[in-house]
């Protein structure tokens, strides 16, 4: 699987707005609900590793400019 594959972000996107796994969650059993749930933890975790990791990009870059240039002063 590609590092980047936007096309499964959209898809997820798409599953999740068009109401289906309400729907899936609601008519499964409790083992399955179990796995959509574990998932669906998994991927608020990684969405805040990934909210840390663009703010450390982000900030870096900013903060190494600002350093840069407080230095050839």
């Not at 729907?23 to 805040?48: N, S």
């Amino acid at each position: 699987m590609p590092m980047f594959d936007t096309a499964y972000l959209e898809k997820l996107e798409a599953y999740f707005a068009s109401g289906d796994l309400e729907m899936d969650f609601e008519y499964a059993d409790e083992e399955k609900r179990g796995r959509i749930l574990d998932f669906l933890e998994k991927l608020m975790d990684l969405a805040d590793q990934a909210d840390q990791q663009a703010t450390k990009l982000i900030f870096k870059d900013g903060l190494d400019q600002m350093l840069g240039a407080n230095t050839q002063k």
